[in-house]
């Protein structure tokens, strides 16, 4: 993969749903697998959705990066409208802990996985993982680089950090705890994060247009991922972005407020340089991306990086 174009693409093949049994959740875990036809020593993303998706969604991320040499592992998580769970299920409470441990378990599942899909087996650099996730799908992957939720006396909740993930990819995540609505405290206490030992190395992403119902702040919000963790990190301010950051849910779906093509290839581009700089050590896509970035006279976003 280094050293490859990205405007190298293989055609993309894909399974689902391959199910991993689940004891103890009510559903088995249904997974989509996205990989490369061809190549070898694929890294790979796990990608944790947004409220109320599934495995189907993301097209504009998901294809992109498996194009581009990645297998990447969708879950769907038990929020999702495809199951259709009631608001009393008793469940509920839980989703966010059955989130993470829906991530944990792709990861425990890759021989499954791989074996879905025709002549991926053995192609697969288990050494090589990253999460990604966008809005609570990026709270859930946040939490595998090591971000904890606060306890109703502001204590962090147990690690739940993977040893796995050498990388993440967070899209849109929500801010600290204090700034939450009345609504919010209320119906989602699970959303007080701490990022103080979010230790693995992860690219960030904002918009700066993302004016959150959830948060009595303002966009700003969503940069505190990158201001409150230590190491090495990276932030992606996109110009004019609301929260689908112009449409990386899906093509022309209905809750993309902010519409743009070019945003999104943006996006592509500068993720798919990040993972492979972040997993391959040496690699230059991310500095090269991020020069580009810097010298464009039009950018549409800017990157910090501590």
């Given at each position: 993969m280094p050293g490859t174009s990205l405007s190298d693409a293989t055609m993309v093949i894909s399974a689902k749903p391959v199910v991993l049994p689940a004891p103890g959740r009510g559903e088995d875990l249904q997974v989509r697998v996205s990989a490369p036809a061809t190549g070898g020593d694929l890294p790979v993303v796990v990608f944790s959705h947004g409220f109320g998706w599934s495995m189907n969604g993301y097209a504009p991320l998901a294809d992109f990066w498996a194009a581009r040499g990645f297998v990447v592992l969708q879950p769907t998580h038990l929020d999702s409208r495809t199951l259709g769970l009631p608001a009393d299920d008793p469940r509920t409470p839980r989703i966010w802990r059955f989130r993470i441990e829906d991530l944990k378990r792709v990861l425990d599942g890759l021989d499954v996985l791989e074996a879905s899909v025709p002549g991926l087996a053995g192609r697969v650099d288990r050494d090589r993982v990253a999460v990604a996730g966008?809005?609570?799908?990026?709270?859930?992957?946040?939490?595998?680089?090591?971000?904890?939720?606060?306890?109703?006396?502001?204590?962090?909740?147990?690690?739940?950090?993977?040893?796995?993930?050498?990388?993440?990819?967070?899209?849109?995540?929500?801010?600290?705890?204090?700034?939450?609505?009345?609504?919010?405290?209320?119906?989602?206490?699970?959303?007080?994060?701490?990022?103080?030992?979010?230790?693995?190395?992860?690219?960030?992403?904002?918009?700066?247009?993302?004016?959150?119902?959830?948060?009595?702040?303002?966009?700003?919000?969503?940069?505190?991922?990158?201001?409150?963790?230590?190491?090495?990190?990276?932030?992606?301010?996109?110009?004019?972005?609301?929260?689908?950051?112009?449409?990386?849910?899906?093509?022309?779906?209905?809750?993309?407020?902010?519409?743009?093509?070019?945003?999104?290839?943006?996006?592509?581009?500068?993720?798919?340089?990040?993972?492979?700089?972040?997993?391959?050590?040496?690699?230059?896509?991310?500095?090269?991306?991020?020069?580009?970035?810097?010298?464009?006279?039009?950018?549409?976003?800017?990157?910090?990086?501590?």
């Open positions: 966008h809005s609570w799908g990026a709270q859930t992957a946040s939490t595998l680089l090591g971000a904890r939720v606060l306890d109703p006396d502001g204590v962090p909740g147990e690690d739940m950090s993977d040893p796995r993930v050498k990388a993440g990819v967070l899209l849109a995540t929500a801010g600290l705890g204090d700034d939450l609505t009345p609504f919010a405290v209320e119906h989602l206490p699970f959303m007080r994060p701490s990022f103080d030992t979010m230790t693995t190395p992860a690219l960030i992403v904002a918009g700066d247009r993302d004016d959150s119902a959830l948060s009595t702040r303002g966009p700003d919000w969503f940069t505190d991922p990158y201001t409150y963790s230590p190491g090495n990190k990276s932030l992606l301010t996109l110009f004019g972005a609301e929260h689908s950051l112009g449409g990386i849910p899906g093509y022309e779906v209905a809750e993309t407020t902010d519409e743009s093509p070019a945003r999104v290839a943006l996006l592509q581009h500068l993720t798919t340089s990040y993972l492979r700089s972040a997993l391959h050590p040496g690699d230059t896509s991310w500095k090269a991306a991020v020069i580009a970035l810097e010298e464009d006279p039009n950018p549409l976003g800017k990157i910090e990086s501590k």
